[in-house]
């Protein structure tokens, strides 16, 4: 089941075309993500979907409405990049003000044991740290128990620790059955997170996949790394097909190549009886897609 | 309903932990009026003033000043921070319409003026024997015109000040010609006649001539009426037509 769709939506800000072209559809129960660089549009789409900005063209719907229907702020969390609370309010006053909003909201007191603020609720948001903010942030946009959360730039300006298990948090929401909708500009995330990816560059849509099959379409090459138990000629891995070169660094042996390089390479070593010590694989990471696809739309 | 009461409960709290605006607001007018009622020859009748007493006047000028504290000084500022930081697009999120909160900060502008005023009566009756308005009806009126057309203004600074600071300073430069023209330092009854012609027209000067008029027994005066009416509908207005939520 579609939860959003949007097709060919353009936003200008007057000569500024923010975005030119953005269509996608998202599922009920997915995470998907909106990956791009700075300035790529991701967040004016997103506040297009949240019916805080009107497109100039073309058509979202949200759980079948227009994104201003007022009856969507029952079922759309919603957390933006860039809005504080009040200095002077206190964690607990600010969730259960919010809570107040919704006719059937969550558990404020388990959604901060999970966001790891169960032992900030006196303390006054001017008080709280970057992380602690941002987290309840992600606290009011889930506090109305929604069927679609909008997350923008979740996790930025949180340590690697709050950043995993914010992760955490999301993957169990979306196992409730929370469709969720992200925008971030970090790979490991979307990497880690997304079941699907639109790619947003100049304000329009340059890939849409999962994100292994943005990886896999790039069709790069993989770089094995391995120590061999006794010494090999290189002939015999350069007669795979697979294999494009061998390197030698001291004892280590480097190979380059395409397709199942990894299957390839260990059965010959196999076959010969040779063991692959401090065995290393360098793929193309989500990094890597990324890059590319971005840099390709650069050039137009 | 609920909601709304909630709303203007936590913006009560969050104005009462500012403890500077806080008290200036509650307090200060009454303690002008225990200064000014502490000097002897304030709490004689003068000729000059048509027999009434200084600290009689004072009163009037009290609670002016609290309205000039809450809608010119506090207002703006408190308004042009939440837009600036998000706090009203944030709601526009969720299923509380930002209008809700403006209504609960007005609600609580309102609160804390009325309460400064009951202040200020209080403390001018029991220790200075001022006469609680004659004309009570009349006072109210006065008061809720006064309030109305100072707060437009402040809204209006909020809608158009780019942040929370610039609203502060916007609030405190006008301030001060609004308190002298509503007799803070000359009061209206001894100004010279031309700046008593121009206070007419300014909306702390005539809110204060409309507070006097009921404190004295009489309804307020239709000039000073319909410069508070003026004021509350073309700041009022602007202030709808320039207000961005971001």
Redesign the interface.
């Given at each position: 089941m579609t939860v959003i769709e949007v097709r060919d939506l353009r936003k200008a800000y007057g000569e500024t075309v923010a975005v030119r072209d953005v269509s996608f559809t998202v599922e009920a129960g997915e995470i998907f993500g909106i990956l791009g660089p700075n300035g790529a549009g991701k967040t004016t789409t997103v506040e297009c979907i949240?019916?805080?900005r009107r497109p100039d063209q073309g058509t979202i719907h949200v759980l079948g409405r227009e994104p201003h229907d007022?009856t969507l702020?029952?079922e759309?969390?919603?957390q933006?990049q860039?809005?504080?609370?009040?200095d002077?309010?206190s964690v607990r006053?600010a969730l259960?003000?919010?809570a107040?909003?919704?006719p059937d909201p969550a558990d404020w007191r388990a959604l901060t044991r999970e966001l790891g603020l169960a032992d900030k609720l006196n303390t006054r948001y001017v008080k709280l740290s970057g992380g602690q903010k941002q987290r309840l942030s992600i606290a009011?946009a889930l506090i109305?128990s929604p069927k679609i959360a909008i997350l923008d730039e979740l996790t930025t300006g949180l340590d690697p620790q709050a950043r995993r298990d914010t992760w955490d948090l999301i993957e169990s929401i979306r196992d409730s059955g929370v469709t969720i909708l992200l925008v971030t500009h970090f790979m490991e995330e979307a990497e880690r997170l997304c079941d699907r990816l639109a790619v947003i560059d100049h304000g329009e849509v340059v890939a849409l996949d999962t994100p292994s099959g943005l990886i896999s379409g790039l069709d790069t090459e993989q770089r094995l790394r391995f120590r061999p138990s006794r010494p090999l000629d290189d002939a015999l891995l350069t007669a795979l097909p697979e294999v494009r070169s061998v390197k030698r660094h001291g004892e280590q042996i480097e190979v380059i190549g395409t397709g199942n390089l990894l299957h390839a390479v260990t059965s010959t070593l196999a076959v010969n009886q040779i063991i692959a010590a401090e065995l290393r694989i360098e793929q193309a990471s989500l990094d890597d897609a990324f890059v590319r696809l971005t840099s390709r739309s650069g050039k137009e | 309903m609920?909601?709304f009461a909630?709303?203007t409960l936590?913006e009560l709290?969050?104005f009462l932990?500012?403890p500077v605006s806080a008290f200036f607001v509650l307090f200060f007018p009454t303690l002008l009026v225990i200064i000014l009622g502490s000097i002897p020859s304030f709490r004689e009748p003068s000729a000059d003033l048509g027999g009434a007493r200084v600290i009689d006047l004072y009163v009037g000028i009290a609670v002016a000043l609290t309205l000039a504290m809450v809608a010119i000084q506090i207002a703006p500022a408190v308004l042009a921070?939440?837009r600036e930081?998000?706090?009203l697009?944030?709601l526009?999120?969720?299923?509380?319409s930002p209008l809700k909160m403006l209504g609960a900060q007005l609600a609580m502008h309102g609160i804390t003026a009325v309460v400064s005023t009951a202040l200020v009566l209080a403390v001018g009756r029991l220790a200075f024997g001022v006469r609680l308005a004659e004309q009570f009806g009349g006072f109210v009126l006065a008061f809720v015109l006064t309030a109305a057309g100072v707060l437009a203004i402040g809204l209006f600074v909020g809608a158009v000040v780019p942040s929370g600071k610039a609203g502060s300073s916007v609030g405190t430069i006008l301030f001060f010609p609004l308190m002298f023209f509503a007799g803070l330092w000359t009061p209206r009854e001894v100004m010279p006649e031309v700046l008593r012609k121009i206070a007419d027209f300014t909306p702390l000067g005539a809110g204060e001539r409309a507070l006097n008029d009921a404190m004295t027994g009489s309804w307020p005066n239709l000039l000073s009426a319909t410069v508070l009416v003026g004021y509350l509908v073309v700041f009022g207005l602007a202030a709808v037509r320039l207000f961005r939520w971001?």
């Open positions: 949240a019916g805080l007022s702020r029952y759309v969390g919603v933006l860039e809005s504080q609370l009040p002077k309010i006053e259960d003000l919010y107040s909003f919704y009011l109305g | 609920r909601v909630k709303l936590t709290r969050l932990r500012e921070t939440y930081r998000g706090v697009r944030r526009a999120t969720t299923p509380v971001s």
